[in-house]
């Protein structure tokens, strides 16, 4: 149960309060996995990053650039989101939750039944770590994931994939 909660202005504050609490600290976006079965933290300080100006969205050099805290809700309705990403972000059944949710929070998490990993994936994502090293999401899911994600970039966001809804009931989660 989170007990302390930090709110940096700088990346390096922000990094400063992890390696003082170290295991007893979570980085948090939006929230929506801290208090949520079966993601909730036992964590006692929670480290926002709602500050640290990780909530853009930019094409640069014909590459768009996601910030860590962007909503998915936000990206699902930024016109330059691949068409699959946005399908996939639309499995995420509640509004509430995509306009709480962001894009770190839901790498970081790494839930099995993530509708958005899989696209990532497809897409070539490359994920921005807190030391400003790029690491393909593949070796980022696969490795020990200790460092901040700041973001993510789609190197080539016209890429092509379908997702399909797939349920074991009409009323059960894709």
Not at 43 to 56: E, N, P, R
Not at 64 to 77: E, M, P, R, S
Request: net charge neutral; glycine share 8%.
């Amino acid at each position: 149960m989170i007990e302390q909660f930090f709110r940096p202005e700088q990346l390096g504050q922000a990094l400063e309060l992890k390696a003082r609490f170290g295991n007893d600290a979570v980085y948090m976006g939006g929230g929506s996995k801290l208090n949520a079965a079966p993601t909730r933290t036992d964590k006692k300080v929670a480290i926002s990053l709602d500050k640290l100006g990780l909530g853009q969205i930019e094409q640069q050099h014909g590459q768009l650039h996601i910030g860590a805290t962007v909503t998915l809700q936000a990206l699902k309705d930024d016109p330059r989101t691949p068409a699959a990403l946005c399908e996939a972000l639309g499995f995420v059944y509640s509004r509430h939750l995509r306009n709480q949710a962001t894009l770190g929070g839901e790498i970081a998490c790494q839930q099995q039944d993530s509708p958005l990993l899989p696209v990532l994936l497809v897409l070539e994502a490359v994920v921005v770590l807190e030391n400003n090293q790029l690491q393909p999401i593949d070796a980022y899911l696969a490795g020990q994931r200790k460092e901040l994600v700041l973001g993510v970039v789609l190197p080539e966001p016209a890429l092509r994939c379908a997702t399909r809804r797939i349920s074991r009931n009409a009323d059960g989660l894709a």
